[in-house]
C-alpha cells in the first residue's frame, strides 16, 4: 500500500493551498468568505437547534399541565390533606397509568406530603429540597430535576383557595427520551456542519477567484503594455461595477500617457529642430566668415546674421529652462511681491515696440498700486508670451488692448487682441506643450509659449483662460491673488 507522503502539497479538487499566497486578496477573500459562511450557518443551526428544543419542551409543559388540570379536578374540593385517599383509592394510578415514571405529589399549605404516587417521597432528599424551594409559590413554575436515574421536568402548582394557597401539586414527566434526541440532533448538525466546511472553502475559493479574474485581466493587460504602445487600451469588463470603473480609469491614464510621450516626442524633436537649424546656420556663417580676409563692414555684417541665430537659441534655451522651472514645481516664497502696476507699465512699452512693425495700436487702462505674491520676473516673462502671441497673430494695422484692474481679492490682467481668433478645435489644446494651431503653421514658434505661461500663473496660485471666435479676435484673462495688506 502506498502511503501518503505529507511532504506533497494538499490539494482540494485541484486546489494547492499550500501554496496559496496568504498576503493576496484571493486568500483573504476565501477566508472572509468561509468565515461569513460558517458563521451564518453556525447561527442558523444554533436557531434551528434552539427552537426545536423548545418545542419539545413547551409539548411536555402542555401535557404536564393538562394531567395537573385532571388531578385537579380528581381531587376537587378534597382537603390536601386528604389526597392520599385518593391515591389509596387507585384512581391516580388509573389515570396516570400509561405513563410510566410519570411523579404526581400534592401537600398542604405546610409543605407536608399528603399525597405521592412514589414510595418513599418524605424521604427523598431532592424531592424535599424542591417543596421546601416552592412554598411561595402563587402562579405555575416548571423545573428539571434529576430524581433516581431519571431527568423529570417537573410543574409546581398552586392549588388556590379564597386567593391563598391551599397546598401544591408536583406533576413529573421523564424527559430522557427528549435530552435523548437533542445529542442525536446535535451530532447530527455538527457532522452535516463538517461535511459543508470543504465544499464551502472550496466554493469561498472559486468565488474569490471569479470576484477577482477581471482585475487579474486588468493586470495581465498592463503588463503587456509598453512605452511603445500606449495607444492599446484594457479589457473593460461589462459587469458595470467598481471593476470596470477601475478598467475606463486605466484606459483614461493611459491615454494621458499616450498624450504625454507624444507631446514629449515631439518635444524632442522640436528642440532638436530649434537647435539644430540655428547651430548648423552660425556654424556656416563663422566658417564662410573665416573662409577669407574680409573687410570690417563684412565681419559687422556676419555678425549682425550671427547674433539672430544666437538670439534663437537663447529663446530656444530658456523656453527649456522654463519648462524645467515649473516641472520641478517650485513653491513661490510669500516673502517675494510684484509691482504688477509696474511690471505691466514695462511690458506695455515692449509691446508697443513690438507692434510698430505692423502698425499695430496698442491701448492700455493700467490701475495704479496693485501688488502680488511671486516672482516679478516668472510673471512678466508669462505675460510677455501673452502680447508676444497677440502681436504676432494680429494682422497690420489692428489694435491690441492691455487691461490691469481688481476684483475681489484678485488682480486681473486682459490682453484683447482683433486678430483673426483661435479655431473652435484648437481651443481645448492651445495650453497643451508644442501644440501649434492649424493656422499658425507659417508663424515662428515651438508651441511652448502659453504652456509655459499657464505653468506660471497657476504656480503663482492664479488661473489663465482664453476666449475667441474666428473673426473676432482673442480675450486672454489672468488672474492673480493680490498681496495680503494685512
Known amino acids: 500500500m502506498q502511503r501518503l507522503s505529507l511532504s506533497r502539497p494538499f490539494m482540494v479538487l485541484g486546489i494547492r493551498l499550500d501554496n496559496m499566497n496568504k498576503k493576496s ?13 460558517f ?17 419539545l419542551l413547551n409539548q411536555t409543559d402542555r401535557s404536564i399541565i393538562a394531567h395537573a388540570e385532571t ?17 389509596n383509592q387507585g384512581i391516580i394510578s388509573q389515570q396516570f397509568m400509561e405513563m410510566p415514571g410519570m411523579l404526581v405529589l400534592i ?11 412514589q414510595v418513599g417521597a418524605d424521604e427523598n432528599t431532592i424531592l424535599k429540597d424542591l417543596i421546601e424551594k416552592s412554598s411561595n409559590i402563587i402562579k405555575p413554575t416548571f423545573v428539571e430535576r434529576r430524581i433516581g436515574t431519571t431527568t423529570l ?14 397546598g401544591l401539586i408536583f406533576m413529573g414527566d421523564p424527559v430522557d427520551a427528549i435530552y435523548d434526541s437533542f445529542k442525536s440532533l446535535i451530532l447530527t448538525l455538527t457532522a452535516v456542519y463538517l461535511l459543508i466546511a470543504i465544499p464551502a472553502i472550496i466554493g469561498s475559493y472559486l468565488l474569490a477567484k471569479s470576484a477577482l479574474q477581471p482585475i487579474l485581466k486588468i493586470s495581465s493587460d498592463l503588463q503587456s503594455i509598453t512605452s511603445q504602445d500606449l495607444n492599446h487600451h484594457v ?9 470596470s470603473e477601475l478598467a475606463v480609469t486605466f484606459n483614461e491614464l493611459l491615454q494621458r500617457l499616450h498624450e504625454s510621450f507624444k507631446r514629449e516626442r515631439q518635444f524632442i524633436g522640436d528642440v532638436a529642430h530649434e537647435l539644430k537649424t540655428p547651430v548648423a546656420t552660425l556654424k556656416g556663417e563663422i566658417e564662410l566668415a573665416l573662409s577669407k580676409k574680409r573687410t570690417n563692414e563684412e565681419y559687422k555684417n556676419a555678425f549682425g546674421e550671427t547674433l539672430i541665430d544666437v538670439n534663437r537659441l537663447s529663446t530656444t534655451i530658456r523656453n527649456i529652462l522654463d519648462l524645467a522651472w515649473i516641472g520641478a514645481d517650485k513653491a513661490i516664497s510669500t516673502n517675494q511681491q510684484t509691482d504688477l502696476t509696474a511690471v505691466l ?18 491701448k492700455s487702462h493700467i490701475a495704479e498700486g496693485i501688488q502680488v505674491i511671486g516672482s516679478e520676473d516668472k510673471l512678466s516673462r508669462s505675460i510677455l508670451n501673452i502680447l508676444d502671441n497677440a502681436v ?31 479655431l473652435e478645435k484648437d481651443l481645448p489644446h492651445i495650453f497643451d506643450r508644442f501644440y501649434r494651431g492649424s493656422k499658425t503653421a507659417k508663424t515662428l514658434g515651438s508651441g511652448l509659449g502659453l504652456a509655459i505661461a499657464q505653468g506660471i500663473i497657476e504656480s503663482h496660485g492664479g488661473t489663465i483662460s482664453i476666449a475667441s471666435k474666428v473673426g473676432h479676435g482673442t480675450h486672454v484673462t489672468i488672474s492673480l491673488p493680490l498681496k495680503d495688506k494685512s
Open 235 to 243: 479589457a473593460v469588463p461589462n459587469t458595470e461595477d467598481e471593476v
Open 153 to 166: 421536568r417537573i410543574g409546581v402548582f398552586p392549588m388556590m383557595q379564597n386567593g391563598e394557597s391551599n
Open 39 to 55: 458563521v451564518s450557518t453556525a447561527i442558523v443551526f444554533a436557531v434551528f437547534f434552539y427552537i426545536t428544543k423548545q418545542t
Open 392 to 422: 504676432k497673430y494680429t494682422p497690420t494695422n489692428e489694435t491690441i488692448s492691455i487691461f490691469l484692474r481688481t476684483k475681489n481679492s484678485e488682480a486681473v490682467v486682459e490682453v484683447i487682441d482683433s486678430g483673426n481668433g483661435i
Open 107 to 117: 401537600t398542604d399549605k405546610s409543605g407536608k406530603i399528603t399525597g405521592s404516587s
Open 25 to 37: 486578496i484571493r486568500f483573504r477573500l476565501t477566508i472572509w468568505y468561509s468565515l461569513a459562511f
Open 71 to 87: 388531578l385537579t379536578k380528581i381531587v376537587g374540593d378534597e382537603q390536601p390533606s386528604m389526597a392520599q385517599g385518593v391515591f
Open 345 to 362: 507699465v514695462e511690458l506695455k512699452d515692449i509691446a508697443v515696440k513690438l507692434a510698430a512693425q505692423k502698425h499695430i495700436t496698442v
